[in-house]
């Protein structure tokens, strides 16, 4: 069952937190290809310094003003695609980024998508923002996509729910800002789960 706009529309660390056991889906060329999410991440409003909305809006963060349920796709080092999902409400800029995935479906794409070291480990196929969107085929082409329509070819997928002492929150990964950016326990993951990025 496809998640819908309600469970995106609620407290972004909220989200964050059950995100964790749910599925990503990419549907490429007629493949499902899919995930478990294992680790998420939250950004919330223009007053966190580590969120791409401490600027106010600009071009490259415009989806993350859009409305619950909207993919937030952006680039970085020039090389590597991120994923978000949107949250909280319309006008309000927050999001979670997927770090990892534990790969259910479509392992066969995602290890020629991601080439060589997919090959080896199947833990190294989806752990890590920029691993997971290579090996699902995402990219800035998705930003802005609404993960609730109908016949959305990348959505989200209700999984089993993910018992709070599995559950570790701790501080974000390779933030900048002030020190409640660098501090704030708002990264969520699976304990003890081999696909969680670091």
């Keep these: ?13 909220s989200v964050a937190r059950d995100l964790l056991g749910q599925r990503l889906v990419r549907v490429l060329d007629g493949e499902r290809i899919s995930g478990k999410i294992v680790e998420a991440e939250a950004y919330i409003g223009e007053d966190d310094e580590a969120s791409h909305a401490s600027p106010g809006p600009t071009e490259r ?97 209700a999984g089993e729910p993910v018992p709070d002492p599995a559950v570790t929150a701790g501080p974000r990964v390779n933030v900048r800002g002030d020190e409640t950016a660098l501090t704030a326990p708002w990264r969520f993951y699976i304990e003890g789960n081999p696909h969680v990025s670091r």
């Design 61 to 157: 963060n415009a989806s993350m003003y859009g409305p619950p349920g909207q993919a937030y796709v952006y680039l970085i080092y020039g090389m590597y695609h991120c994923f978000n999902v949107v949250t909280d409400r319309q006008g309000f800029p927050a999001a979670v980024l997927i770090r990892a995935l534990e790969p259910l479906e479509g392992l066969d794409l995602m290890r020629e998508r991601r080439g060589p070291v997919g090959a080896r480990d199947v833990t190294q196929l989806t752990s890590g923002p920029g691993r997971l969107c290579q090996a699902l085929g995402i990219d800035r082409r998705h930003d802005g996509v609404d993960l609730c329509a109908s016949g959305a070819h990348l959505f989200l997928e």
């Design 1 to 13: 069952m496809r998640l819908q706009r309600a469970f995106f529309a609620r407290h972004t660390l």
